[in-house]
Nanobody
């Protein structure tokens, strides 16, 4: 059974920073699969934010490039999303997901396990 548990969300002001964490557990070694972050704002579709491959190659949505950084610590089975200069449009529930593949990808169909989500709210 794979479990992904996100943490680190909260209410911040525009321009602030947050770091999200996602702790993974399961039989498949964490280091062998890519991980991703997605988000869903009220009334909108879930959208890709960032992904990281097994070699730590990162891939970002254009809307967060240069503001968000994804990283992973295979010794802790954890993936992180460092977010700086947050904007009100970043307000959403953020989900961590485990890919079926070793390389980073934006397509939700390539992710087979999802966390429960953590709320990020950015006030103006």
């Amino acid at each position: 059974q794979v479990q992904l548990v996100e943490s680190g969300g909260g209410l911040v002001q525009a321009g602030d920073s947050l770091r999200l964490s996602c702790a993974a557990s399961g039989r498949t070694p964490f280091s062998t699969l890519a991980m991703g972050w997605f988000r869903q704002a009220p009334g909108k579709e879930r959208e890709f934010v960032a992904a990281i491959s097994v070699t730590s190659a990162a891939y970002y949505a254009d809307s967060v490039k240069d503001r968000f950084t994804i990283s992973r610590d295979n010794t802790k089975n954890t993936v992180y999303l460092q977010m700086v200069n947050l904007e009100p449009d970043d307000t959403a529930v953020y989900y961590c997901a485990r890919s079926r593949l070793p390389y980073a990808t934006y397509a939700t169909r390539n992710y087979d396990y999802w966390g429960q989500g953590t709320q990020v709210t950015v006030s103006s």
